[in-house]
C-alpha cells in the first residue's frame, strides 16, 4: 500500500527540517514518473499555459483547461500530494465562484489549490476554502499573475523593509490557513527570513537554499522548453535533443522504407 504524502506529511518535513522536492505535472504519464521517482509534491502549474501550450503569459489559461490537466495527472499518480495552481479569473470574482472551481479540481483528484497573491479578498477566500476542506498553498514574492502590475518579471523582497513586508503578509496567509507558501523570485537572505519566522513550510521558486522545499518547472529541469531558461532553473537532461533524435530517425526510417518492420505489422 503506497503511503501518500499528506498537509501533516509537509508540516513535519518542515518540523524535522527536512527537505522536500516539488515538480510541476502536466499530463499522466509525467506525473506518473515523477511519482515513482520519490517527488514529494506534484504542481500542476499554470506555468503549463507557457510551457506546454505555447502562451506568452499564465494569463491565458482558463479553469477548463486546468480540469483537463488536472484531472490527467491526479489518475497517474499514488504517493505524491497533487496541487492544482488556480488559473487567473477563476476565484478572483467572488468567494462563492472561488469555491466552485477550487472544489472542481478537487473533485478531479487535486489534494490542494495554490492561489497567488495577498489582499484581504485573499485571505477570506482562503479562509472559505480551509472551512470547508480544502488545503490552500500560498504564493508570496514574485506574482505571475501579477506581471503587469509589478511591471515585469521583477525580483520581489530586496530590501529588508520589502522582506519585512512578505514576511507581514506570509503571517497573514499563515494565520488565514495556508499550509506553506511558495515564495517566488526572492533573494536568499530574505527568503531565509520569512522561512525561518513562519511555522509553515515554504517553497522556493527562485528564493535559494534556506527554503523548506524547492520547486521548479518540469520541462526546466528535463531540458524540453527552451524558449528561455529562468536563471534559477538547473537543467538535468537534454529532452529537447531527445525529442529531435526521435523524430529524425523515425522520418529516416519511414522515408527510407526501414518503418514498420516485419515485427511490426499484422
Ligand atoms: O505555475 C507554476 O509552475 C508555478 C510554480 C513554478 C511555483 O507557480
Redesign the pocket.
Known amino acids: 500500500m503506497v503511503k501518500k504524502i499528506t498537509v501533516n506529511t509537509i508540516q513535519k518535513y518542515k518540523d524535522n527540517k527536512e527537505k522536500f522536492s516539488v515538480l ?1 505535472a502536466y499530463d499522466y504519464s509525467t506525473a506518473k514518473y515523477l511519482d515513482e521517482a520519490g517527488i514529494d509534491m506534484i ?1 500542476i ?4 499555459a507557457m510551457v506546454a501550450l505555447g502562451y506568452e503569459t ?1 494569463h491565458s489559461i482558463g479553469i477548463e483547461e486546468m480540469s483537463i490537466f488536472t484531472g490527467a495527472v491526479a489518475r497517474g499518480v499514488s504517493h505524491a500530494m497533487v496541487v492544482t ?1 488556480m488559473p487567473f479569473l477563476s476565484y478572483h470574482c467572488d468567494i462563492s465562484e472561488a469555491v466552485s472551481n477550487c472544489g472542481k479540481m478537487i473533485k478531479l483528484g487535486a489534494n490542494a489549490v ?1 492561489i497567488e497573491g495577498f489582499s484581504d479578498y485573499i485571505l477570506s477566500v482562503i479562509k472559505r476554502l480551509v472551512d470547508i476542506g480544502i488545503p490552500v498553498m500560498g ?1 508570496l514574492g514574485f506574482t ?1 499573475q501579477f506581471l503587469n502590475t509589478l511591471g515585469g518579471y521583477k525580483i520581489q523582497g530586496k530590501t529588508q523593509e520589502a522582506a519585512d513586508e512578505i514576511l507581514k503578509q506570509a503571517k497573514e496567509l499563515e494565520k488565514a490557513g495556508v499550509f506553506s507558501i ?1 515564495l ?1 523570485m526572492v533573494p536568499q537572505e530574505s527568503a531565509k527570513y520569512i522561512t525561518e519566522n513562519l511555522s509553515v513550510p515554504t ?1 522556493s ?1 527562485g528564493a535559494g537554499k534556506y527554503c523548506d522545499a524547492q ?3 518540469s520541462d526546466d529541469v528535463f531540458g524540453k522548453f527552451s524558449d528561455f531558461k529562468p536563471k534559477f532553473a538547473r537543467k538535468y537532461g537534454d529532452m529537447k535533443s531527445l525529442i529531435l533524435d526521435c523524430a529524425k530517425k523515425f522520418d529516416e526510417d519511414v522515408k527510407k522504407g526501414n518503418f514498420p518492420s516485419e515485427d511490426e505489422i499484422f
Not at 45 to 48: F, P, V
Open positions: 510541476t504542481l502549474g499554470d506555468s503549463l499564465t495552481d495554490k504564493h505571475p511558495v517566488e517553497i521558486c520547486v521548479l518547472v
